[in-house]
């Protein structure tokens, strides 16, 4: 059961679980109601084993990092990060074999490839390149602070390949507003608050991130500014959607903005604490699941 609980962890599981929303609302907005059974099934099916594989695979491509980290003493500032909520880095600790994560990492890209090809085989193209943006991001970690792009991309594959799988050929004005939103969600929520949660350790260790290269004072603009355009985009996203039922939906997936993203960020932005960076991370990990039980309700109004 321990050796189960670090594969879990490796995956970032709590974490990917709440990703699995982003698809999910993606397939409601556009799909305009509850998507066959067929689909609803497999489609978990492959997200489960999408975010499984992909996390794990971070952690992979960065084990020299985080091994190097870990030897002088990293990971000393945990606190209540949702990646942490099991164990971060198992492999690095000694924890996981590689080879058992190579094994693990293997076997859930197998099945997200099978998943998505049955969904609609541009799937398979879509979960391909979010796997290799995934590795250039790492690949990325002492080299450039614009790695946060591919990330920001990496998080809207998903959500876009939902899409795909509900209908062969959706809105491009859908996919963009969604890719869009989805982009500085990631970047302004997830992303660039995680660097800054480890700020001492990355300018220890010489990472190239934006809290590292540009200060607190522009992360936490560039934060701010991003679910600014978040927030906006998302009301734009209601407009485009096939649900019909605005007039619900959108007031309440604009409190849902303001609460788990743009207060936090103002805190942030205004106290430049590593602790307000983690409420933030923490908050807009949740905003793709409100924004799913919103628009669900929406649906079954």
């Known amino acids: 059961?321990?050796?189960?609980?670090?594969?879990?962890?490796?995956?970032?599981?709590?974490?990917?679980?709440?990703?699995?929303?982003?698809?999910?609302?993606?397939?409601?907005?556009?799909?305009?109601?509850?998507?066959?059974?067929?689909?609803?099934?497999?489609?978990?099916?492959?997200?489960?084993?999408?975010?499984?594989?992909?996390?794990?695979?971070?952690?992979?491509?960065?084990?020299?990092?985080?091994?190097?980290?870990?030897?002088?003493?990293?990971?000393?500032?945990?606190?209540?990060?949702?990646?942490?909520?099991?164990?971060?880095?198992?492999?690095?600790?000694?924890?996981?074999?590689?080879?058992?994560?190579?094994?693990?990492?293997?076997?859930?890209?197998?099945?997200?490839?099978?998943?998505a090809f049955l969904l609609n085989p541009f799937c398979v193209v879509v979960f391909l390149c979010a796997a290799l943006l995934e590795t250039l991001?790492?690949?990325?970690?002492?080299?450039?602070?614009?790695?946060?792009?591919?990330?920001?991309?990496?998080?809207t594959a998903g959500p876009m390949a939902a899409a795909f799988a509900v209908d062969p050929h959706p809105s491009p004005v859908f996919l963009l507003t969604l890719?869009?939103?989805?982009?500085?969600?990631?970047?302004?929520?997830?992303?660039?608050?995680?660097?800054?949660?480890?700020?001492e350790e990355?300018?220890?260790?010489?990472?190239?991130t934006i809290p590292v290269q540009l200060g607190t004072h522009w992360a936490g603009t560039i934060i701010f500014w991003s679910l600014v355009l978040a927030v906006v985009l998302n009301g734009l996203l209601m407009s485009l959607t096939r649900i019909g039922v605005e007039i619900l939906a959108m007031p309440l997936s604009m409190g849902a903005g303001f609460f788990l993203l743009l207060l936090p960020a103002y805190r942030l932005l205004k106290t430049g604490g590593r602790r307000q960076a983690l409420v933030l991370f923490n908050r807009a990990s949740y905003y793709p699941l409100t924004l799913l039980l919103i628009n669900s309700l929406a649906v079954l109004v």
Request: net charge positive; hydrophobic share 50%; proline share 4%.
């Open 1 to 115: 059961m321990n050796k189960m609980k670090y594969y879990l962890a490796l995956s970032r599981t709590p974490h990917g679980i709440l990703d699995m929303a982003t698809p999910a609302l993606a397939a409601l907005l556009w799909h305009g109601s509850i998507p066959p059974v067929r689909i609803i099934l497999l489609g978990l099916i492959t997200a489960f084993a999408g975010y499984t594989a992909v996390y794990a695979l971070n952690d992979l491509v960065d084990y020299r990092h985080d091994r190097k980290k870990m030897e002088q003493g990293g990971f000393g500032h945990l606190g209540a990060d949702l990646d942490a909520v099991m164990v971060r880095h198992p492999l690095a600790q000694g924890l996981l074999s590689v080879q058992g994560a190579l094994l693990w990492t293997s076997v859930w890209a197998i099945i997200a490839l099978a998943g």
């Open 137 to 155: 991001y790492c690949l990325l970690w002492d080299t450039s602070p614009f790695r946060t792009l591919a990330s920001g991309t990496v998080k």
């Open 179 to 199: 890719f869009l939103w989805l982009f500085f969600w990631e970047i302004g929520g997830q992303n660039v608050p995680n660097d800054w949660t480890d700020l």
């Open 202 to 208: 990355d300018r220890r260790f010489k990472a190239k």
